[in-house]
Each structure stands twice: as structure tokens, then as C-alpha cells.
């Protein structure tokens, strides 16, 4: 039976890092809120799921997946469920919670990487706090994401199977979230990221093996991927760059 | 063989998430930050070991817990796993990972909590940035802060098994750090927590259930259990309360 994939149908937001294990898995997948709203789709929709779906399990925010009976809210939660079956992660426990603590360690500078443009609250505007964005900003830029990135590039050259991945000799989870972190902070911050990723080249050649991977090569191509955008997690406001 | 714990030593912060469920299950372990310089303990060795303990298995940042051969950062990361040894998790596959998921979301609430007193960087003094931290704390009392215990209450109301526990019949690491969020917003934010509070009495109980223990009630009243303070996750200043 198909996934039920359920998140914003406009951004890629959180959800874009199922999106990718999905399609890395080759699995078959219903992004719900994408499908128009007389299929059942919209934001509308999307929001009533979320309580409606699993009464006693009920996720707190999107993006949240169906598989059969379960309904699993938290992207790190879903990864984490999606590795197992998928071979997205080891089958041994130690390796399964390594490639799960890095995740965890992605979601912490995506979280980051999100406040930087709304640092006092989301329910206000980017214009109404720019001023403190601007400098929640430049400690990201100098200070957090270099350091996010060269743990990640750390973890690479200390990985006994060699560089091309950063767990074990095959594709993770980990793999491909670290690919959208990076596709992310290029896109918001792309003079920083640039200078960031000189120091990490292993990391930065992970994301192009990442990108050339079949499945997700031919994902990124298709109308599937929705585009950055300022709506989503990682905005490029040329204000918060540098 | 004892476990160890690596965490700031004079903070209840993340790793406290950490030490309640290594109490909670009657586990022996040395918080060894907390022992004397002579004896390997203080900062200077915790962020000394933080690279050296586990060179192919890095932790970002403490808390980390070494279990044998294995050293697990993340504070959920590493609850997962105590989760599984010591029966603070349901052994299958469904309801270890509803555990995690509301772990997962108390660490949203966590970040969030945190960040009222450090909006722009945790690289600077509160004092510094304590005109953001006015607003964002107004934003985390009156929207964020109940939409997160609203939620616990909710979770508590579905349990098909009764209000007693977050989930099923018994203790899991989601009752205790439920706890421990709460116990620190009421440090925090006395006023707001407990006006958020009277609308989730389901939570209340549950707290104040978790608090009786009888490992856990032993463990508050021991010198084991450091008193909030101003360098943790959790602080009082009076002017972010309201």
C-alpha cells in the first residue's frame, strides 16, 4: 500500500526530508495536500488530517506520515521508520542510532537555519523582525553553520568505510538529509555557504553524489521537487547573507 | 558495567532529560563532569572527551552517554536507547516510536523555552539581547508554550489506557521528560505556566505523579539533582514572565 505523505504542499520544507527518503526508496507515495482539493488535498485538508487521522496518536505539526495503520508524526521520527524498512539505515542497532543522532544533529541547524529569518516568533511577519533577524543571521552564518558543517565533514573523514558516505559503504538517511541541508543553506545563504563548504570538501562532494544518484537526479527534475521559496524554511532574503 | 554521562556540570539543561531516566530505572552511572578535575571530571575534560571519547562517532555537543563501546549523543537519541534497555519504552515497534515522537516534540518545546532568553545567539549575554527576548518570550507564554502542553493533554485524554500515563499503561521516558518540561516552565515563566496549566490538569497530575516516585522523588531530593539556575535551558527572569 502506498505512503501517505502529509506537509505543506507549497514549501519543502520538513518535508522534504521524507520526500527524499521516499524517493531515494523508490517507494510509492501520495504527497496528500499536493493532490487538488476535490481529491482530498489543500491546506484545508491538510490541517484537519492532522487531528483527524490519529485521534490517540495525533501529530503535533506537519509533516506527518501514513504507512497502513501507523501514523508518525516528526520528520526525525518518520527517517527513523523509513530507514528500517527501506535499508535507509544499518540493521544493527549501534549503527541504526548513529545514523539517527545525525539526523537529530541536522534537524537542530535546519531549526537554526529557520531562525534566522523569524527569530521572535512565527506568527509574525519577516519584516517585523528583521532587526533582530539580521544579527540571529550573522551569528549563524559565522559562528553555527560553520560549525554544523565541519561536524559534518568531520564525521565523513572519520568514517572507517571511507568518505562517500557518512555512515557506513551505502546510502543513509543521513546521507540524504545532509544533501538537503546543504541544497538548503546554499539556497538562503549562498556567500556563506560557499566560503563554509571550501573547508568541507568531503561534504560537498557527498551532496553532488547525492544529486547524481538516479532516483534522486531524475526527482529534482521533476515537477515533484517544488522550488525554494520565501515561504519555506530556507529563505534567501540577500539582507541575511554575507 | 556503569554507564557515563557527559554534561555541563552545573546545569540541569538537556542532560537532566538524561539523568531522570537513568534514575527512573535504577541504573548505575557517573555523571562525570560532576566529579572533581583530579578525578577527570569539570568542563575542561567534558569538552576534551566530547572529541576524544568517540573519534568515529562524534557528538555535536553533550550530553553524551557511554554505554560500553557505544557513545550516543542527542538527548532523544540517547533516550531511545535507555528506552529499549531498561523497559522506559513499549517493546514494539508502534509504540517505541509514538514514545519518541512526543520526545521529539518536548525537545521542540525545549529549543523553544531556551530560546525566549537567547533569540539571536548563544553567543552573547540575555542582557545583550534582551529586547528580542521580551518579545519572543511574550510569543512563547501566549502561543507556542500552550499549544505545546495542550497537546500533552490531549495525548493524555486519547490514551486508550487512561490519563496515568503519556503512553499505555506505565512509565516511559515521555512521562518523565514531560515532567522535567514542565518543572522548568514553572521555574521560567511561574505566572504563565501555571495559568497554562489550569487548562491541562490531566498534565498537572501526571507531574505531579511522576514528581512521587519513588526513584524520582528520592533523586529531587538529593544533591544528584542540581537547582535550576540562570545558565540553564530554563531561566527566571521575572520581566519574560506575564
Known sequence: MAYELHYWPTIQGRGEFVRLALEEAGAEYRDVARDPEASGGGEAALMRDLSRLSPVH??????????????????????????????????????????????????????????????????????????????????????????????????????????????????TYADLSAFQLVEGLRYAFPKATERALEKTPRLAALCAAVADRPRIAAYLKSPRRIAFNEDGIFRRYEELDG
Open 58 to 171: 495525533p501529530p503535533f505539526a506537519p509533516p506527518f506520515l501514513v504507512d497502513g495503520d501507523l501514523v508518525i508524526g516528526q520528520t526525525s521520527a518518520i527517517l527513523l521508520h523509513l530507514g528500517r524498512r527501506h535499508g535507509l539505515s544499518p540493521a544493527d542497532e549501534p549503527g541504526e542510532l548513529w545514523t539517527h543522532q545525525i539526523q537529530l544533529t541536522i534537524a537542530d541547524a535546519v531549526v537554526e537555519a529557520h531562525d534566522t529569518h523569524h527569530p521572535i516568533s512565527v506568527n509574525l511577519y519577516y519584516e517585523d523582525q528583521k532587526e533582530a533577524a539580521l544579527k540571529r543571521a550573522e551569528d549563524f552564518r559565522t559562528s553555527r553553520m560553520p560549525k554544523f558543517l565541519d561536524w559534518l565533514e568531520r564525521v565523513l573523514e572519520g568514517n572507517p568505510q571511507g568518505s562517500h558516505h557518512i555512515v557506513g559503504g551505502g546510502v
